[in-house]
Structures are given as C-alpha cells and as structure tokens.
C-alpha cells in the first residue's frame, strides 16, 4: 500500500512506525512542514500502562524511550495567597515524561531505520493531485490540520476554544514530582503545571483566566518580557533559573486558548485523520500524546487485516478505525472536560482547606476515585478523611471517618450520614392515601441506615396528582397514614424522613409507568393546568394556562400540605420546582410563555415557585429545614434552563431561606438531549455549592460507595442521593459500611449481629481478592 502521511509529529511518525513492523511492504512517505529537529514544546507526559503499550507494539523504540524518561511518583501542590503559603503532597501516582524534541529524534531513527522516507521543510496542500498520488492519506498535522478544514463538512469537525490562557516554557530548574503551583498576584491567580522531562530540564506551563491575563499585559508582551514576569511570580519555585520560550516561531505573545477538537467522522474517501487532527484532550490531564500514539497502533492494527485489496475493504478499515478507538476517545477527552472546567473555575476551590483543595484537584477529571488515592497513598488519605470527619464532628478524633458516614446538620436536623434515599414514584396509592406497601418500602429504607429518605412526589390535590397511584396530602386521613410511617421511622435511631410536596402540571393525568410513562388515562383523566398551554408531549392533554385565582388557589394548597406534613411528623419538606412538574413549568421558559409578570425573564418566571416557597416557609417549623429541588440544565441548549442559570434560581431560592438545593436535571421537555454518564449531575451541584455556599444535594447515576466518597471528600455535594440503589437494595448503606469496615455503623440493635457477619465476610472476600 502506499502512504502518504502529513506530519511527522508523534501520531504520524509512531503510525509509520507500526505499518512497517506489520507489513514492510508498505511504501510510506511523512511529509512535514518544519525542518527536522524543530519542535515548538518541551516535554510529554504518559502513564505507565501508554508505556506498557508501546513495549508490546514495538520494543525497540520502547526500550529507547524507557532509557531516557524521567519518573516520579509525587504530586506537589502550593498555595501562596499573599496570606497563607501553604503545600501538601501525595504520592503514588507513578507519571513519566520525555522531552518531546528527544521523543521525536527516537521515533525518526526507528522510522528511517525501517524504510519510512522522511521529508521535511515541506508544506503539503490538499489538493486533488497530492491525494490522488496515495492509496491512503494520513492526516496527522495537528490541531490546525489543512486537510481537515479542506473537508470540512465532512469529518464534521466541532472546534471550540476553551477560556483561559496558556503559555508553554521550559526552564533548568529540577522537580522531583508534577507541581501545581497556584500564585495570587496583583493581576489575580495565576498558576504553573511543572514537570521534569529529562535530567536537565521542565515543563512549565503557565495559565490564568482571560481577565487575569489582560490585567496582566501579557497580550501586548513579548516572548521575553513574558518571561521576565513569570519568573517574578514563581521565583521562590525557581532558585534564579530562567523560564525559556522555544516558540520563536511566532510573533508576540505565545500565550494561546486551548482548541478542544471533536470530529464527527474520521475519514473521508482515502483520508484519515490521526491525533490533534481527529481530537485533543487538554494537557492538563497528559494525555494528547498517549491518544496520538494508541490511534496509530489502532489504525496500524485494522489496515493491515485481511480483506484490504478492494476500495470497499479500505472503507471498512477506515470504519472499525472509528468505532473501535473512538469510546476510548470520548472518555478521556470527558476526563479532559471535566479536568479543563476545573481550572476554569478555579475560584470555587481555592477558599477550601488546602488538603481538601487538592483531593479535589486529584480527582477533577473523575478518573481518579477515592479508592484509587487510598491505594497510590492511604497515609495522605486517611490524613485527608480525618480532616474531613473532624470538621464535621466539630471535634478531634483518634482515626479517620469515610466522608459518607460523617454527620451533616440542616437546622436542627442532624443527619447520621450522607446518603439520602432519592424520590422514587411507587404509583401505589388509592385516593393519595399510602397504604401497608409503603409503610413496609420506606420501613424497610429507615432499617437500611440511609441519614434521610425523601418520599416520592406528594400531592397537593386530586387533580396535581401524575397519576392515580400518587400519594397526597390534601386531607387528613392521608396525613394519618403517612403519620403511622414517620412513627415508624422515629424508632430507628438516626432515620429521618422528608416529604416532597408538588403538582403534576403539564405532566398530570397520566397511566402509572408500568403501564406507560406519560401517556394519558384511557378513561378518568381529569383536566391538567400549568403555566401555559403547552403540552409536555405530542401525546398529552393540552393545559390550561393559569389564572392568577387558580394560582392563589394552589398556592394555599401548598400551604395546607405543608401544614399536615408537620402534623404527620416528617423531619424536612422538599418542595418540588423540578422535572417538569408545575412549579418546574414556571421556571423554565421551554413551558412558560407568559407574557405577564410571571413570563419572560428569569426574575418573572421565578416569582410564583418563590410566592408558593415563603408560604410553605412562613407556616413550616423554624427547626425544621426545607430543600427545593431544581432541574439544573434543561438539556436544549440556551433555550432552557442552563447550569449558569441554575445557579441564579438557586441563590433565589436560598435568599429566601431553603437550607439545601436538591440538583437534579431535565425531564421538563421532550426536546431534551441529555448527556448521560456516571455522576453526571454532580458538577451542577459541584457549581451552585462551590459558587454560592449554599448546602445541596447531588443525585444522577450515582451507585458506588466510591462515588459518594468522591462527591462528599470533593466538596461537589454535602448529600448524595440514589434511587434505583436503594429500590433494589434497601439496606445499600449498611453494605457500604460494610465495605468500608466501619465499626460505629447505623445498624438496628436488631440487626447488629448479621452486620458484623456481613463485615467478616466482606473483609475475607476482599483479602481473598488481593491474595490472587
């Protein structure tokens, strides 16, 4: 086959490389723009297990590289705010770098060595002619690939520029570990990623927020001044050693916006694109070379399986390429969202205590959880665990608490734990009334240690039921009921109970899901209501738009729920502005198209979930807390409520005294296009807690113990809630316990026997494990 590959960067060399070992046949060229020998970075990043793939796709480059890297296991992070200069260390984390000139003089060598012809100092213009000259052509020249933008529409390529600003210098000064070092100057804070790479010099990446940047003139520098002034900043990290641009090249400031690159598509006839070209990843998690050099070792792999002498068998190649590398590719450039919007919002992580500021750095990008730390460093750990638990014990303790089974107050509310058992809709009841089932589903949760369990959406009246299953507290008999279940609840030491009080809206008058969600009643529907009339589905009835009667109507329906909830005993009351459901119809502009004083505006769609708010508040007890729960993004882009607006709604709800914000998202339209994945509505929490210390609630796929230890260690969320987990497993957090060896565990005396059973023989099958 003959190739024609664009750049002779890592991704093109590495793929050259690969084909040859596989077939020496192959007539390869790597055409590059730039002399041999110039390169505009320092040094790479990769991990052991990139290593370990490399040894195992071409030894002999990999023991060149494995001579000359440099290791370390440590992690530094300083903190220097003009007031405290502080720093914490961890290690375990087992990182090793090259410099990137000496990584591509190795791969050059191998790729020379096997017949690969090398042609620099050449510039390649995709035209009809150079293409039609290969059988394959390889696009690997970067993020600012030529051959990408001349095709454009067709490997359908989403480039966006992340906020803040970067500079990539090099210096003498040695490491022993991967610093962070974060500087408060008179400009703002302003931070370096440094990392050595061989044994005379570091990386020394600089960033900052655009605002700090302008304030700092680094736009209208030169390359050296630059410099002059970073060495000002960092000098007690550089003992007098310079910082070294190598980015002559180009003119002015080198200091860039990071471009996050998607495609679509990978190909296009015989085009392939490969690295920067396809993808990046921001370098703060290290891995743009790892994912360049384990795409060519894919795309090497599958061009050279059989099948390939037909133009159909290369389109074929071409598309196992894609769909066998690409779920690797979106997890790691996930990591490297997450990890990107860390640093964006730096500000929100800065005023926590610095150990629990760097747990929270360690664990940005969600790929390191909080067992994994204990096993790269359990001392740091259990240091980190210890602070935690002592902050919210509010004394010393002798050893470390897993931050889930640490206490959290909401008034006079002292939950035992963390975890909440989330709001499930059991579509069981008769008339609003709960029944035997649900004092023997929730009795069974209160046995189950969780700290609190919230009750499914309970409603204001008949017709603000979703279905004719819905629980209610309209009446008495109802609050009777639902009294003999708190009853209950306050025999177990440490149970509580909140009740969620809404109304359907849009989303009324519907069969109960087992026999299909949100599809009207065959017979019996009652007439909905909501903000306006706007269906929630095709299939719905049409609403009817609220008068401001039936709104003083319903809100005193909220009132006289909220009033028997007290009477019925329960601990806490959530008032319901999620999801879709009236309240939620307000709110979000996708239902609300009012044109009165309650449409329009954020302030206006606000002004009737706050009315109905004060009121549940002004008759609920002062000692007992009260928590909203909101849908955070609407998932339709800026035609909803978007996270940034969320933090707006929630700091309305909390000027007006909720104790705790309940982050859940969607379900409010069927336009919806949700991104879903593990945790997946934590960060929304992570940014209404972090940016306004108001209390919240994180819920959304969360499943593991290690999730809910990573939330709460993290500072993403005071509470975690699950659903499904405690559907299936009604005692999941004295598992937890379990797992975790937890002594003091909130078990049932009832109950304390088979609980240690249960910790025996959890900590056998785990020592089993690590034997093999």
């Known amino acids: 086959m003959r190739i024609g590959c664009v750049g002779a960067g890592p991704a093109g060399l590495y793929f050259a490389i690969s084909m040859k070992l596989r077939n020496p046949a192959h007539d390869i060229t790597v055409f590059e723009r730039n002399r041999a020998g110039d390169t505009f970075g320092w040094g790479v990043v990769f991990s052991d297990q990139t290593m370990e793939h490399l040894q195992s796709n071409d030894p002999l480059s990999a023991r060149t590289m494995a001579d000359e890297l440099a290791h370390w296991d440590d992690i530094a992070v300083h903190i220097d705010d003009g007031e405290r200069n502080v720093s914490t260390r961890s290690g375990g984390h087992g990182f090793i770098g090259i410099g990137r000139k000496r990584l591509l003089a190795i791969l050059q060598d191998r790729a020379s060595e096997l017949g690969v012809k090398l042609v620099f100092n050449v510039e390649v213009e995709p035209d009809s002619d150079f293409l039609a000259d290969f059988d394959l052509v390889i696009a690997a020249d970067g993020v600012n690939s030529k051959l990408r933008r001349k095709f454009d529409a067709n490997f359908q390529a989403d480039i966006d520029m992340k906020r803040n600003k970067f500079v990539w210098l090099g210096t003498h000064q040695r490491f022993d ?121 894919k795309l090497a792999e599958v061009m050279n399986r059989p099948g390939l002498d037909q133009r159909e068998g290369l389109a074929s190649a071409l598309k196992d390429y894609l769909d066998e590398r690409q779920l690797e590719v979106v997890k790691l450039q996930n990591a490297a969202r997450n990890s990107t919007e860390w640093f964006e919002n730096l500000d929100r992580y800065l005023k926590m205590d610095p150990i629990q500021f760097t747990y929270t750095l360690l664990t940005r990008s969600q790929r390191v959880s909080h067992e994994n730390l204990r096993l790269r460093d359990p001392a740091w750990l259990a240091e980190l665990e210890k602070t935690l638990a002592e902050a919210a014990f509010g004394r010393a303790l002798d050893a470390p608490v897993p931050p889930m089974f640490t206490p959290f107050k909401l008034r006079d509310m002292i939950l035992p734990n963390r975890i909440v058992m989330s709001p499930m809709a059991m579509y069981s009841a008769r008339d609003g009334v709960p029944d035997k089932f649900h004092l023997v589903h929730y009795g069974a949760r209160a046995l189950g240690g969780a700290g609190l369990v919230v009750t499914e959406m309970t409603c204001v009246s008949p017709e603000g039921r979703i279905t004719p299953g819905c629980t209610g507290l309209w009446n008495d008999k109802q609050a009777a009921a639902w009294r003999e279940i708190t009853d209950f609840f306050h025999q177990i030491p440490g149970a509580h109970i909140a009740v969620q009080i809404g109304h359907s809206g849009s989303k009324g008058s519907t069969r109960v899901a087992w026999e299909g969600i949100d599809k009207p009643l065959e017979t019996g529907n009652w007439r909905v209501e909501a903000p306006s ?204 316990a379990a797992q975790l060896q937890l002594k003091e565990a909130p078990v049932p005396v009832q109950y304390q026997s088979g609980y240690f059973q249960l910790a025996l023989n959890t900590r056998r099958a785990a020592q089993m494990a690590a034997s093999r």
């Open 177 to 297: 570990a991967f610093n962070f070092i974060f500087k408060q100057t008179r400009f703002g804070w302003i931070w370096a990623h440094a990392y050595q790479f061989d044994k005379d010099t570091a990386t020394f990446i600089v960033e900052c927020s655009p605002e700090t940047y302008e304030r700092a003139g680094f736009a209208t520098m030169s390359q050296d001044e630059s410099c002059r002034l970073c060495e000002e900043i960092f000098a007690d990290h550089l003992d007098g050693h310079e910082l070294m641009t190598n980015a002559g090249h180009i003119r002015g400031s080198a200091w860039i916006n990071f471009p996050r690159v998607i495609c679509g598509n990978w190909s296009h006839d015989n085009i392939v694109l490969l690295g920067d070209a396809a993808h990046t990843a921001h370098f703060s998690i290290g891995s743009g070379t790892k994912l360049a050099l384990e795409d060519a070792i």
């Open 533 to 736: 009339d706007i269906p929630y589905s095709s299939e719905s009835q049409i609403p009817v738009a609220l008068t401001r009667r039936r709104m003083d109507e319903i809100r005193e329906q909220f009132v006289d729920a909220t009033r028997r909830a007290d009477e019925a005993g329960f601990d806490m009351v959530e008032l319901h502005c999620g999801h879709g459901y009236l309240l939620s119809g307000f709110i979000s502009p996708t239902q609300n198209r009012r044109t009165d004083e309650y449409g329009g505006s954020l302030e206006n769609r606000l002004r009737y979930p706050l009315e109905v708010f004060h009121a549940m508040r002004a008759i609920w007890p002062e000692e007992k807390p009260m928590s909203v729960r909101i849908s955070a993004h609407d998932w339709v882009g800026e035609d909803g409520v978007t996270p940034d607006e969320a933090v707006l709604i929630a700091r309305a709800f909390k000027e007006a005294g909720v104790d705790l914000i309940d982050v859940s998202s969607g379900q409010v339209t069927k336009d919806e296009k949700p991104v879903y994945g593990r945790m997946f509505q934590t960060p929304f929490s992570d940014q209404i807690r972090n940016e306004l210390d108001v209390a919240t609630m994180a819920v959304g796929n969360i499943w593991e113990v290690d999730h809910v230890n990573s939330i709460i260690a993290a500072g993403r969320a005071d509470l975690c809630a699950m659903g499904r987990p405690h559907q299936m497993d009604p005692n999941w957090t004295l598992h937890a």
